[in-house]
Every structure is written in structure tokens, then in C-alpha cells.
């Protein structure tokens, strides 16, 4: 059953027609061809938990090692491996495919009343790269080649003279592999957002979240090239022979910097405008008010990124640039504080002029508003210079950037997985259990990240291996890493509350919170076309919208919008989401899997310097693309 | 109701595009049709991202031109102006060919869509291997690993040979598809084809300016 309210007898039919239409491939074949974008992104969901989980066994074992002074858990080599690991993981194969992969994959269709994403097949490519990426990454871990000059990399230090291993080289590769999935994706967002909304859906009635996800997208669209270049640049240092990076042929140390944080800093907002959009259906579904002030908060969303592509060399204070430059850049970072402060009064309007129900999404969500103002406060301390000069580098940064990345970036993650847990499954969580992960994990993760900031006004450097004693960052160390522990703890009794759930919660129904969103208007889980007629959209919070679900109820029974004739959806205007064609959608497909796993033979061939061979596999990417577009949709 | 959502129009008049084939069917179903079709979306998110990767490749020639006294440095030979500025004209011709076999597409002229797609893949072919070669004959004399100048010069010649690769063998493939008839889903792939063709001669615009502003100042 596709809707929530009983159908007729002729409604029930035209579902059932669309499931036979709709419904994939079963068994494992099915998830190795799916172009469902639910499937996708559950996909999404379980590798990058998975990767999350590696990800977190690095922090942890860091941590252990940090816990007392002149410890030896780790060789330092493997010490530099882990850092390098732990911020690769979490931002490229953590945050990024979770919000935008998992939650935008499953979620955005749902929200803006498609059926599926404009480019489904290409949709499915994005998570087979994703895949193969973190196989490839993990890879050289297991080969003890991981890469070992941190997440940014500088030059000189991760050039051939100083790093002669095949760790960078990996770095680059894995970087530029993932980046394709990542570009994909946020160009399908862009897309789907503009062609796919349901009719009447224009730009001023699409729900926040899609406005954080189209800010997220057009920022990983324009800022990952920039990383790719810089990778490229130094694969070619390393492999080729270049000197982009060699200041004695000509190069410069400070263009790997520049291109990398034109990129890096982007990318923090990258990084949490999607939590943006997580919080900003949370706040309405358990406050039952819509967003105050919702234009200025759909353009912050916009703006944060916009501006973020402007303040890049506040991460190089340190390098000797001009008082002009680094005064200029300080006042553009000073800047971000409008749209974030907008955004972080909205929220708190809301809730504070709604009825707040303190569920534990909406809890996880307070705790974000929380997290995300201590780490702004910090980061406008950035804006005045020779305090910048003073911590750079050392564990305030840390404190700093984890209470942005951790705090305002995953905890809205971990909200949304409770807040969507009865969408996806059909169950309700356990309330209680619920409540307690989040207590445990805002406990931990203040005593994990707070005390940095007091060792790195202490002067204790990021990036160290171990520490004498005596220094007085014992106490400080040791509590953040009881911190570490209990922040996985509470992760663990999160996950264990989803799992236990996920059999013995209670039946959810369509629409437990009374949310806003269109989503809630159809079944707990969705049928694989998601919506038995396209529905009419009149505000951005449609499920509210009580006329116009009734409405789509009665187009049901006479079979206005339901387009049976085909595996087909809807294309509307850009701007004013008037109804412009109909178009028939491609099915299941085995070429985005083949050319993600040939794509990952390129790049394995192109990592041992096999270059022909590579070209070789190349050839099997460009006849599985071939292969891919043989047969046409309406074919 | 039914007014409201398709915009005027009813929706029985709402093309379903992708589902058309044959000259008449595709004809009604474009021309009904209010705005680019997604793919022509797509490929415009894909040119926005290229555009920025050779806007970072520009930017890092410059970069590095600014923070050398002398550029190209001393030893390295300075650009040839006129076979380049020649060459690029003559790619340049192919982009009114693809404009050319897309609006034939439009308007059902299957015959002038195959042949135009033709002519522009002899003279992209044409161009191509002229360029291939000359990179060939340059990188042996002046190699790349020279000095930080030839490393820049190079991999933007190559990153731009690399897109017109990839426009031939989409060329390759719109002729093949066209020779079996036209649906819409070949004439969106048409449209978008040319768009990303546009960009490409652009871009080759940019490169070859990028490239002989080392002969200037």
C-alpha cells in the first residue's frame, strides 16, 4: 500500500501496476544493479558506517596512545598512518557520502515528490566509485602504505624526496577516485533539485533541506576540482617528474597550500550545510511551528557557501603572507558569522516560539546549536591574526575544527538517523535508550574536544607522537581520552538502539511525528515508486498541506498524475516548477557496478605505475560506457 | 487543477518525451518542450566542474609565472603563435556543426544531423592528431620535467587534448546512435553533446591564450 489513507479498490490496482513497474531486481543481484535511489542510499548508509567505524578505531587508538605521556601503543610511523587515515575517512568517506550519499540519496527524492533522481544509473556509478574508492584507500593501510603527511598533505613534506613511498601516491589517487564520486553526486543533486520537484513545487516552496543539500552540491561541485588539480599536480611531481611543488625548477610549496585550502575550507561548509538541512526539518517536525524567518534562512544556507569560497587563506596565516591579505582574508572569515548567526537564531526562535517535544532527534539537534556555537566562537578568535599565528598548529585548532566537524556535522547525523529511523524501517526506536546515547554522547564528546582547547593554549602541537611529562597536558590528555571512549560508547548504544529496533520497535505508521515534509505522507518504509501519485505541492511544508493531500487521494482513484503507462516521472521548470515533460526512467543496470570496478583497476594500475596497463582498463571503462547507453530508457 | 500543474497547458499536451521515436513523434515531443532537458543540465554541472579544475590549471600557470623572474625561464623555447592560433580557428568551425546537427535534430532532418555530426568528427579528428603529434614532437625536444614552466605548459596542453578526446568519441557514439534513427533520448544526448563541444572550444581557446601569454611581456 502506497499511501497512508485506505485506497479504493481501482487505487489499489494502479499501485499494484506501479510495484510491477517499479519494483527492482531481488535478492543480492538486485543491489549490485539497483538504481532505486532508497536502495542507493542505503548503500550509502551501511559502507560509510562501516568506514566510520574505521575511521573511529583510528581516533581511538590515537587517543590511547595520547592517554599518558611517553606511551608506545603505536610506532610512530603507524602514529602518522593514523592521523593521516583518521581525517581522510571521516571527510571524504565519512561525513560526505553519509549526508549526501546516505540522507540526501534516500531522502531528497522523497521530499520533492520524485520517483527517483534525474540520473538514477549515474547515481548508482557515484556509490560504486564511493565503494571501490574506500576499498582503494584501505588498501594501502593494509599494504602499510597509507598515506602519511595528514588529510591536507603539504608539500614539501609529501613529496617524493621527503616521502619516497607509495603513501602519497595513494593520497592523490584516492582522493582524485573519490572526487568523481563526489562530483557526480553533487551534480545529480543539482539537477534532480531543479527538473525533478513535483509540479508547483517552485523554489520558495522547496523544504530547507533540499536548499542545504543544492548549497552542498554546487559547493563540492566547484571546489573539488580545485583539489584535483592539486592532486594531479602532485601525482605528476612524484611520478612524472613536474616541479609544481619544487621552488627550486620554479614551483612553490605555497601553490599546493592555496589550491588545497580553496578547496579545504569550502569543504567545512560542505561538510555541515547539510546538517543545516537536518536540523531544519527536525526543529519544525518536534516544535510543530514552521522555520521562522524561512527566506533568510534558505538564502543563509546559500550564502555560508557562497562566502566560504572566499576566506581559504585564513588557514595560512603562519605562511608570511602580507598584513593586506591576511587582514582582507580575516574580514571575509568575520563575514561567515552573518549567515551562521541567522541560521542559529532561526532554529532557536523556533523552538522557542513552537511547542517543543525534546524526542531524541530534537535533542541531538539542541546539542548541534550547542556544539556548532562553541566552535564558532572559536573560529571567530581566528579572525584576530597574531592570535591565529600563536595556536596554529597546535590543539586548539583541533578543538576547534571537531567541535564544527564532530558536533554541528555528525550530531544532526546521528538526529536525523533517529528522526528518519521509522521512515526507513517501518519501526519505532526506543525512546529511552535513545535518550541516553545522546547524553553520553554530548558528555563525551565535550570532555573528548574541550580540554584541547587549554593543552593548545598550553602549547601542545597537533600532529604529536607522544609528549614528556611534566609539561601539565597529563590530566588534560588523559580526560580527553576517557572522553574518546565514552563518545564510542554512546555511538555503540545508538546503533545497538537501531539495531534492537529495527526488530522489536513498535510499527511506526506513515507519519509518527506529524512532520512536514512530503516524505511522511507516504508509506513507512516507501514503495519502490514512492508516491502513488505525484503530488501537489503548495508550501514547503506539504504535509501540512491538508487540501492538497486529499487532493492527491482523489487524483488516485481517477488517475490524474499517476503515470502507469511506464517506468516514467515527471520534469518540471527550474524556477517555477511548472510541469514541463514527462520522461520515461532507465531500469535496473549492471554498467554503473562494471564501471566502477574497472574505474578501480585504472586507478590500482595507475598506483604501481603500470600506465598501460591502466589505458587498457581505461578502454573497458569507455565500452562499459558504451555498453551502459546501448539500450535507451524507452527501449 | 489540472491547469495549475501544467502550467496552462493540459496535461494530455504535457510531452512525454523520452518515450518518443521517429521523426514526427520526436519533433512534437521537442517542440512542446519549455526548457533544456536534464541531460542538457548534467552536462552543464560537468562543464561547470571542468571549467573550475582548468581555471585552477590556469590559475597555477599564472601562479607560477608571477614568482619567477623570467618566463618561460631561460632555455625553455617560447610558444609558437601562428600554427596554434591556426589550429584553434580551425576547431573552432566544428562548433556551428554541432549547433548545426542539433537544430537538424529539432527539426527531424535525420540526413543533415548524420552528416554534419560527420564533418565535425573529421575536422575534431583532424585536429587532433595534427595536436597529438606536435605534443609528441615538443615533449621530446623540451621535455616535461625541465622546469616548473614545461610541467604547467604541458599538462594543460594535455588536460585540453584530453577533452577533445572525450568530445570525439562522444561524436563517435551520437553517429552511431543516429544511424539506427532518432528518438529524443538521442536528440537530448545531441543537445548536450554540443553543449560540452562549445565549452571545448572554448576551453582550447583559453589554453592556447594562457599558453602563448608566456611569449608576452
Not at chain 1, 595560512?316 to 541567522?342: H, Q, R, W
Not at chain 1, 507516504?522 to 519502490?528: A, F, H, L, Q, R
Amino acid at each position: 500500500m502506497a499511501i497512508a489513507t485506505p485506497p479504493t479498490p481501482t487505487a489499489a490496482e494502479r499501485m499494484h501496476l506501479l510495484e510491477t513497474m517499479w519494483e527492482g531486481r531481488p535478492g543480492i543481484l538486485g543491489w549490485f544493479t539497483t538504481t532505486d535511489h532508497k536502495k542507493i542510499g542505503l548503500l550509502y548508509f551501511w559502507t560509510t558506517l562501516l568506514l566510520f567505524g574505521a575511521g573511529g578505531a583510528e581516533a581511538l587508538t590515537m587517543r590511547t596512545q595520547l592517554a599518558v605521556p611517553n606511551a608506545h601503543v603505536v610506532s610512530p610511523s603507524t602514529y602518522d598512518e593514523l592521523f593521516s587515515l583518521h581525517g581522510i575517512t571521516m571527510i571524504f568517506f565519512f561525513i560526505i557520502p553519509m549526508t549526501t550519499g546516505a540522507f540526501g540519496n534516500y531522502l531528497l527524492p522523497l521530499m520533492i515528490g520524485a520517483r527517483d533522481m534525474a540520473f538514477p544509473r549515474m547515481n548508482a556509478l557515484s556509490y560504486w566509485i564511493f565503494l571501490w574508492s574506500g576499498i582503494f584507500l584501505y588498501i594501502s593501510f593494509a599494504l602499510g602504505v597509507a598515506p602519511n603527511a595528514g588529510w591536507f598533505d603539504y608539500v614539501p613534506l609529501a613529496n617524493g624526496h621527503y616521502d619516497p613511498g607509495r603513501n602519497i601516491d595513494f593520497y592523490c589517487l584516492a582522493i582524485i577516485f573519490n572526487g568523481i564520486s563526489s562530483t557526480l553526486t553533487a551534480a545529480q543533486f543539482i539537477v534532480t533539485i531543479f527538473k525533478s520537484r513535483a509540479p508547483g513545487m517552485s523554489f520558495n516552496r522547496m523544504p530547507l533541506f533540499c536548499f542545504a543539500f543544492l548549497a552542498a552540491s554546487a559547493g563540492l561541485l566547484f571546489a573539488l576540482p580545485l583539489l584535483t588539480a592539486d592532486t594531479i599536480f602532485l601525482f605528476l611531481d612524484r611520478n612524472v617528474g613536474t616541479h609544481f611543488f619544487d621552488v627550486a625548477s620554479g614551483g612553490s610549496a605555497f601553490l599546493w597550500q592555496h589550491l588545497f585550502w580553496m578547496f579545504g575550507h569550502p569543504e567545512v561548509y560542505i561538510l555541515i550545510v547539510p546538517a543545516f538541512g537536518i536540523a531544519t526539518e527536525i526543529i519544525p517536525a518536534f516544535t510543530q511551528r514552521r522555520v521562522t524567518a524561512f527566506p533568510l534562512v534558505a538564502i543563509a544556507e546559500l550564502l555560508v557557501v557562497f562566502i566560504g569560497f572566499g576566506v581559504w587563506a585564513h588557514h595560512m596565516y603562519a605562511t608570511g603572507m602580507a598584513t593586506i591579505t591576511a587582514v582582507f582574508f580575516g574580514a571575509a572569515t568575520a563575514m561567515v558569522v552573518i549567515p551562521s548567526t541567522i541560521q542559529v537564531f532561526a532554529w532557536c526562535m523556533t523552538m522557542i516560539l513552537g511547542t517543543a517535544r525534546f524526542k531524541t532527534p530534537l535533542l541531538f539537534i539542541a546539542g548541534f546549536i550547542f556544539m556548532f556555537v562553541m566552535g564558532g566562537l572559536t573560529g571567530i578568535m581566528f579572525v584576530a591574526i597574531p592570535f591565529d599565528q600563536a595556536v596554529t598548529d597546535t590543539y586548539f585548532i583541533i578543538a576547534h575544527f571537531h567541535y564544527i566537524i564532530f558536533g554541528a556535522a555528525v550530531f544532526p547525523i546521528f538526529g536525523g538517523m533517529y528522526y528518519w529511523f521509522p521512515k526507513v524501517t517501518g519501526k519505532l526506536y526506543f525512546e529511552l535508550p535513545g535518550q541516553i546515547s545522546f547524553w553520553i554522547l554530548f558528555v563525551g564528546t565535550n570532555l573528548l574536544f574541550f580540554p584541547m582547547h587549554i593543552v593548545g593554549l598550553l602549547g601542545m602541537p597537533r600532529r604529536q607522537y607522544t609528549y614528556p611529562a611534566n609539561l601539565g597536558w597529563e590530566s588534560y590528555n588523559l580526560a580527553e581520552t576517557i572522553g574518546g571512549y565514552i563518545t564510542a560508547a554512546g555511538i555503540l548504544l545508538l546503533l545497538g538502539n537501531l539495531f534492537v529496533s529495527y526488530f522489536r520497535g513498535e510499527e511506526a505508521g506513515p507519519d509518527p511525528w506529524h512532520g512536514a515534509t512530503l516524505e511522511w505522507t507516504t508509506t513507512s518504509p516507501p514503495p519502490p515508486y514512492n508516491y502513488a501519485v505525484i503530488p501537489k505541492v503548495s508550501s514547503a511544508y506539504a504535509n501540512w498541506d491538508e487540501e492538497d493531500r486529499a487532493e492527491d487521494r482523489r487524483k488516485l482513484a481517477t488517475g490524474v498524475l499517476v503515470l502507469q503507462e511506464g517506468h516514467e516521472q515527471v520534469a518540471v521548470t527550474p524556477v517555477d516548477g511548472t510541469l514541463d515533460e514527462i520522461v520515461e526512467m532507465p531500469h535496473d543496470s549492471p554498467w554503473p557496478a562494471l564501471l566502477g570496478l574497472s574505474l578501480f583497476l585504472v586507478f590500482s594500475m595507475l598506483v604501481i605505475g603500470k600506465y598501460g596497463v591502466a589505458g587498457c582498463f581505461a578502454i573497458g571503462c569507455v565500452l562499459s560506457l558504451f555498453g551502459w547507453h546501448s539500450k535507451e530508457p524507452q527501449e | 487543477m489540472t491547469d495549475y500543474i501544467a502550467g496552462g497547458r493540459r496535461l494530455e499536451d504535457v510531452p512525454k518525451t523520452t518515450k518518443a521515436t521517429g521523426v514526427p513523434a520526436v519533433q512534437y515531443a521537442v517542440a512542446r518542450r519549455t526548457g533544456p532537458p536534464a541531460a542538457w543540465w548534467g552536462m552543464l554541472m560537468l562543464i561547470s566542474s571542468e571549467g573550475v579544475l582548468f581555471a585552477a590549471m590556469m590559475g597555477t600557470f599564472f601562479y607560477l609565472r608571477f614568482n619567477d623572474p623570467q618566463w618561460p625561464p631561460k632555455g625553455d623555447p617560447e610558444p609558437k603563435f601562428i600554427i596554434p592560433l591556426i589550429m584553434v580557428a580551425v576547431l573552432s568551425t566544428t562548433s556551428p556543426m554541432m549547433q548545426g546537427a542539433w537544430r537538424a535534430a529539432r527539426e527531424g532532418r535525420l540526413m543533415m544531423v548524420r552528416g554534419l555530426l560527420f564533418l565535425a568528427l573529421i575536422v575534431q579528428s583532424g585536429y587532433f592528431a595534427y595536436e597529438v603529434t606536435d605534443f609528441g614532437h615538443e615533449i621530446q625536444k623540451t621535455p616535461i620535467s625541465n622546469d616548473a614552466y614545461t610541467s604547467a605548459h604541458y599538462v594543460l596542453l594535455a588536460a585540453d587534448h584530453a577533452h577533445v578526446f572525450v568530445g570525439i568519441l562522444f561524436n563517435l557514439w551520437l553517429i552511431w546512435k543516429f544511424s539506427r534513427g532518432i528518438t529524443t533520448y538521442r536528440a537530448n544526448a545531441l543537445q548536450a553533446i554540443t553543449l560540452y563541444w562549445h565549452f571545448v572550444v572554448l576551453l582550447t581557446w583559453a589554453v592556447i591564450g594562457t599558453i602563448l601569454s608566456a611569449a608576452v611581456g
